[in-house]
C-alpha cells in the first residue's frame, strides 16, 4: 500500500496514543473529519487499523502489521514508570 501524508499521520498517531476516535485523529493531523474517516477506512481494509464500530464514537487502534509498514515497534503496553 502506497501511504500519502494523512495516512502516515494517522497511524504514527495511533501508534503514540495507542486507541482514538475520529475527531481525535483530525484535530492531531490537521484533517478534516471526513477525510479522516475515508482514510481509516482504507487502512483498515489494508489490515493496518481496526475498529470497534459498535461503540459511539468509533475507537480505532493500530494493528502490529502497521508497525512494519512504519519501520517501528508498537508499544507494549506494559507499565511505565515515569
Known amino acids: 500500500m502506497n501511504l500519502n501524508k494523512t495516512d502516515k499521520c494517522l497511524l504514527q498517531t495511533l ?10 485523529l483530525a484535530y492531531w493531523c490537521k484533517v ?12 483498515q481494509s489494508a489490515g493496518l487499523v481496526t475498529s470497534d464500530e459498535n461503540q459511539d464514537p468509533a475507537i480505532w ?16 503496553g506494559g507499565r511505565r514508570d515515569f
Open 61 to 76: 487502534t493500530i494493528k502490529n502489521l502497521a508497525a512494519s509498514v512504519l519501520l517501528t515497534s508498537l508499544p507494549s
Open 32 to 43: 478534516h473529519v471526513s477525510t479522516i474517516l475515508r482514510r481509516l477506512r482504507a487502512l
Open 15 to 24: 501508534s503514540r496514543l495507542k486507541f482514538a476516535t475520529r475527531s481525535h
